[in-house]
Protein backbone atom coordinates (compact mmCIF):
# COMPACT_ATOMS: atom_id res chain seq x y z
CA UNK A 1 0.00 0.00 0.00
CA UNK A 2 2.71 2.35 1.21
CA UNK A 3 4.68 1.47 -2.19
CA UNK A 4 1.23 1.90 -4.62
CA UNK A 5 1.34 5.43 -3.01
CA UNK A 6 4.76 6.44 -2.64
CA UNK A 7 4.37 5.48 -7.25
CA UNK A 8 1.26 7.76 -7.11
CA UNK A 9 2.93 10.80 -5.47
CA UNK A 10 5.88 10.57 -7.39
CA UNK A 11 3.83 10.40 -10.63
CA UNK A 12 2.02 13.27 -9.24
CA UNK A 13 5.55 15.15 -8.70
CA UNK A 14 6.38 14.28 -12.44
CA UNK A 15 3.35 15.63 -13.82
CA UNK A 16 3.75 19.19 -11.90
CA UNK A 17 7.38 19.26 -12.78
CA UNK A 18 6.29 18.40 -16.45
CA UNK A 19 3.72 21.07 -16.75
CA UNK A 20 5.90 23.54 -15.17
CA UNK A 21 8.05 23.50 -18.32
CA UNK A 22 5.43 23.43 -20.03
CA UNK A 23 4.86 27.08 -19.23
CA UNK A 24 1.79 25.60 -17.30
CA UNK A 25 1.30 26.99 -13.24
CA UNK A 26 2.07 24.14 -11.35
CA UNK A 27 -1.18 22.18 -9.54
CA UNK A 28 0.52 21.00 -6.46
CA UNK A 29 2.67 22.44 -4.14
CA UNK A 30 5.40 19.68 -3.35
CA UNK A 31 9.07 19.57 -2.04
CA UNK A 32 11.48 16.66 -1.66
CA UNK A 33 14.01 16.02 0.92
CA UNK A 34 16.45 13.36 1.34
CA UNK A 35 18.38 12.00 3.81
CA UNK A 36 21.24 9.56 2.57
CA UNK A 37 23.91 8.36 5.50
CA UNK A 38 27.18 8.19 4.17
CA UNK A 39 29.22 5.67 6.36
CA UNK A 40 32.50 6.12 4.90
CA UNK A 41 32.41 9.89 5.80
CA UNK A 42 30.20 9.61 8.62
CA UNK A 43 28.02 12.37 7.39
CA UNK A 44 24.35 12.79 6.60
CA UNK A 45 23.87 13.97 3.60
CA UNK A 46 20.56 16.36 2.83
CA UNK A 47 19.01 17.41 -0.32
CA UNK A 48 15.98 19.61 -0.71
CA UNK A 49 13.90 20.28 -4.20
CA UNK A 50 11.52 22.73 -4.50
CA UNK A 51 10.10 24.55 -7.23
CA UNK A 52 11.66 27.89 -7.89
CA UNK A 53 8.68 29.89 -8.16
CA UNK A 54 7.25 29.24 -5.17
CA UNK A 55 10.71 29.16 -3.11
CA UNK A 56 11.49 32.96 -4.57
CA UNK A 57 8.31 33.81 -3.44
CA UNK A 58 8.61 32.75 0.09
CA UNK A 59 11.19 34.48 0.47
CA UNK A 60 10.30 37.56 -1.10
CA UNK A 61 7.16 37.59 1.63
CA UNK A 62 9.33 36.29 4.60
CA UNK A 63 12.60 38.43 4.10
CA UNK A 64 10.99 41.78 2.05
CA UNK A 65 13.48 41.67 -0.16
CA UNK A 66 14.04 41.00 -3.69
CA UNK A 67 15.19 37.07 -4.58
CA UNK A 68 16.18 36.22 -7.96
CA UNK A 69 17.81 32.15 -7.57
CA UNK A 70 18.80 32.38 -10.86
CA UNK A 71 20.66 35.40 -10.85
CA UNK A 72 24.51 35.21 -10.31
CA UNK A 73 24.45 38.54 -9.00
CA UNK A 74 22.74 37.95 -6.31
CA UNK A 75 24.31 34.44 -4.95
CA UNK A 76 25.85 35.53 -2.27
CA UNK A 77 22.93 37.55 -0.89
CA UNK A 78 20.32 34.33 -2.22
CA UNK A 79 22.41 32.15 -0.22
CA UNK A 80 22.42 33.74 2.89
CA UNK A 81 18.09 33.48 2.48
CA UNK A 82 17.96 30.17 1.39
CA UNK A 83 20.70 28.72 4.09
CA UNK A 84 17.96 31.27 6.92
CA UNK A 85 15.25 29.77 5.48
CA UNK A 86 16.19 25.92 5.21
CA UNK A 87 17.66 26.18 8.52
CA UNK A 88 14.17 27.46 10.37
CA UNK A 89 12.21 25.28 8.30
CA UNK A 90 13.81 21.63 8.24
CA UNK A 91 15.34 19.83 11.47
CA UNK A 92 16.81 16.35 11.97
CA UNK A 93 17.44 14.20 14.80
CA UNK A 94 19.85 11.32 14.54
CA UNK A 95 19.30 8.67 16.86
CA UNK A 96 16.81 10.54 18.99
CA UNK A 97 19.34 13.37 19.26
CA UNK A 98 19.05 17.07 17.36
CA UNK A 99 21.69 17.65 14.76
CA UNK A 100 23.19 20.48 13.24
CA UNK A 101 22.95 20.81 9.84
CA UNK A 102 25.79 22.59 7.54
CA UNK A 103 24.79 24.98 4.32
CA UNK A 104 26.71 23.85 1.41
CA UNK A 105 24.85 25.49 -0.75
CA UNK A 106 21.87 25.59 -3.90
CA UNK A 107 21.71 25.37 -7.64
CA UNK A 108 19.13 25.96 -10.13
CA UNK A 109 18.06 22.63 -12.04
CA UNK A 110 15.26 23.57 -14.82
CA UNK A 111 12.16 24.90 -12.78
CA UNK A 112 13.47 23.51 -9.08
CA UNK A 113 16.11 24.80 -6.77
CA UNK A 114 18.22 22.01 -5.09
CA UNK A 115 19.41 22.81 -1.55
CA UNK A 116 22.18 20.60 -0.02
CA UNK A 117 23.15 20.69 3.91
CA UNK A 118 25.15 18.50 5.74
CA UNK A 119 25.83 16.80 9.40
CA UNK A 120 29.18 15.99 10.47
CA UNK A 121 30.27 13.66 12.92
CA UNK A 122 27.49 10.70 12.73
CA UNK A 123 29.42 7.41 13.71
CA UNK A 124 26.47 5.42 12.94
CA UNK A 125 22.28 5.82 12.13
CA UNK A 126 19.72 4.02 14.19
CA UNK A 127 17.12 6.54 13.08
CA UNK A 128 16.43 9.66 11.65
CA UNK A 129 13.72 12.34 12.20
CA UNK A 130 12.94 14.56 9.92
CA UNK A 131 11.16 17.72 10.50
CA UNK A 132 9.58 19.56 7.49
CA UNK A 133 8.02 22.77 7.53
CA UNK A 134 9.19 23.82 3.23
CA UNK A 135 6.66 26.10 2.04
CA UNK A 136 3.96 25.46 5.03
CA UNK A 137 4.30 29.43 5.61
CA UNK A 138 2.82 29.87 2.33
CA UNK A 139 0.58 26.98 1.07
CA UNK A 140 -1.86 25.08 3.02
CA UNK A 141 -1.91 22.29 0.73
CA UNK A 142 1.46 21.53 0.62
CA UNK A 143 3.01 18.14 0.19
CA UNK A 144 6.87 17.00 1.08
CA UNK A 145 8.06 13.58 -0.01
CA UNK A 146 10.92 12.23 2.19
CA UNK A 147 13.31 9.76 1.53
CA UNK A 148 15.71 8.42 3.91
CA UNK A 149 18.40 6.33 2.88
CA UNK A 150 20.93 3.67 4.50
CA UNK A 151 22.73 1.62 2.54
CA UNK A 152 20.55 -0.04 0.51
CA UNK A 153 17.77 0.62 2.64
CA UNK A 154 15.26 3.26 1.55
CA UNK A 155 12.25 4.44 3.47
CA UNK A 156 10.15 6.87 2.02
CA UNK A 157 6.81 8.77 2.97
CA UNK A 158 4.45 11.96 2.15
CA UNK A 159 4.17 14.13 4.66
CA UNK A 160 0.51 16.74 3.99
CA UNK A 161 0.09 20.09 5.79
CA UNK A 162 -0.02 20.67 8.88
CA UNK A 163 1.51 17.31 9.36
CA UNK A 164 5.21 17.48 9.45
CA UNK A 165 7.24 14.41 10.83
CA UNK A 166 9.14 11.23 10.10
CA UNK A 167 10.93 9.27 11.46
CA UNK A 168 12.50 6.25 9.76
CA UNK A 169 14.19 3.56 11.97
CA UNK A 170 16.67 0.95 10.61
Given at each position: MLLRKLKY?????CVAFFSVGAGIKHPLHVSTT??????????????????SDDFEAILAKLYKQKTDLSNPNMKKVMDELVKKYLLSHLQLKANGKAVAMNYIGFEIDHEATNIYLEVE??????????????????????????????????????????????????
Open positions: SFLLLEVNFNAKDKTLEVSCKIFKIPSVKSVEVSNTILYDMFDDQMSIVHIVKGPNRKSTKILYPEKKFTANF
